[in-house]
T-cell receptor, first 114, second 113 residues
Framework: DAGVIQSPRHEVTEMGQEVTLRCKPI?????LFWYRQTMMRGLELLIY????????DSGMPEDRFSAKMPNASFSTLKIQPSEPRDSAVYFC????????????FGPGTRLTVL | DQQVKQNSPSLSVQEGRISILNCDYT??????FLWYKKYPAEGPTFLIS?????DKNEDGRFTVFLNKSAKHLSLHIVPSQPGDSAVYFC????????????FGTGTRLKVLA
């Protein structure tokens, strides 16, 4: 069975450029989460969707970040313009239901903004 | 303000001995707790969970203890094996809002052969 798929696995870009991260959740899962991992703050929830609808985006750092889920099998996280402090590993996770129980994480996208 | 704290960034343990990873939380509205394990270049994977109505949950070599009055949970691994070397995250479900999970900063466990 395919797990959560994220692309790209690595992204190196220059400050000011637009970055788009992509996620395909596990088929049948109806909740999708975007997290950011940094040394200082660990895993931070950025936003989560249930049935393609954003439920909580309180973790989105600022207006430069946006996320969409146009259908049940695809989500994007966009950063525009990117800044060096956005450098981190971004994870997508999915699960069935709203929140109870384990989430299944993708392998992550390592973003480096120069 | 970190609501879920893992105060030990790293821990080294000899193979065969017990590993104890700790996690403290501040919010009494947390009702469900999970531990995840993460290897390098991979996403976290679920390890074990505990509900706030319990004080212990065991799964093979892994046991999680919850002390609600102290707002503290711990993960015990007995016996520790080199394959257990990874970063461990604890997570708590916040029932005060949208029922999201709050993760800690992680503890890197190294099991020495």
């Amino acid at each position: 069975d395919a797990g959560v798929i994220q692309s790209p696995r690595h992204e190196v870009t220059e400050m000011g450029q637009e970055v788009t991260l992509r996620c395909k959740p596990i088929s049948g899962h109806n909740s999708l989460f975007w997290y950011r991992q940094t040394m200082m703050r660990g895993l931070e929830l950025l936003i989560y969707f249930n049935n393609n609808v954003p439920i909580d985006d309180s973790g989105m750092p600022e207006d430069r970040f946006s996320a969409k889920m146009p259908n049940a099998s695809f989500s994007t996280l966009k950063i525009q313009p990117s800044e060096p402090r956005d450098s981190a590993v971004y994870f997508c996770a999915s699960t069935v239901g709203t929140s109870l129980g384990e989430q299944f994480f993708g392998p992550g996208t390592r973003l480096t903004v120069l | 303000d970190q609501q879920v704290k893992q105060n030990s960034p790293s821990l080294s343990v000899q193979e065969g001995r017990i590993s104890i990873l700790n996690c403290d939380y501040t919010n009494s509205m947390f009702d469900y707790f999970l531990w995840y394990k993460k290897y390098p270049a991979e996403g976290p994977t679920f390890l074990i969970s505990i509900s706030s109505i319990k004080d212990k949950n065991e799964d093979g070599r892994f046991t999680v203890f919850l002390n609600k009055s102290a707002k503290h949970l711990s993960l015990h691994i007995v016996p520790s094996q080199p394959g257990d070397s990874a970063v461990y995250f604890c997570a708590a479900r916040d029932t005060s809002g949208t029922y999201k999970y709050i993760f800690g900063t992680g503890t890197r466990l190294k099991v020495l052969a």
